[in-house]
């Protein structure tokens, strides 16, 4: 179940939005599909979606409205693209960053390389996609 519910004073004519980013992978499709359900129009972002697919509708989803975007977070260009791709779509209620990457960085054999993709793509790609959101979402 969603807890993700659309406002009961919603104008009728604007789509409420999500973007989800890391739409591509297991937990991604899930919450997709649960925001399909929910009646949410869907701006599906990820790193493994062909550019080829970019803005077209998500076949494998026959209800509702999934807009598949080829989005990486590690780039500022990819996430302000995604943001005004997703404020066509209709009014943008919401924004879950599910995208994240893991590397085995042990303690006694660091990996700085692995650790810093960890970061960049894990908290600084959050911030890059927050920042560029925001300002295409209503008060």
């Known amino acids: 179940m969603c807890a993700l519910k659309p406002m009961q004073s919603e104008v009728k004519d604007m789509s409420n939005v999500v973007v989800l980013t890391g739409a591509a992978g297991g937990i991604g499709r899930s919450i997709v599909k649960c925001l399909v359900r929910e009646g949410y129009t869907v701006l599906a972002g990820d790193i493994s979606i062909p550019k080829s697919l970019h803005g077209k ?16 977070i590690r780039s500022r260009r990819s996430c302000a693209s995604a ?11 919401g924004l879950i960053n599910c995208a994240g990457i893991v590397r085995f960085t042990p303690v006694d054999a660091p990996n700085e390389k692995g650790a810093l993709e960890v970061w960049d793509t894990n908290v600084a790609g959050m911030q890059r996609m927050d920042q560029a959101i925001v300002p295409h979402m209503s008060k």
């Open 57 to 72: 509708s998500d076949p494998e989803i026959e209800k509702g409205t999934v807009v598949l975007q080829s989005l990486d």
């Open 83 to 93: 943001a005004k791709a997703a404020s066509k779509l209709g009014r943008i209620r």
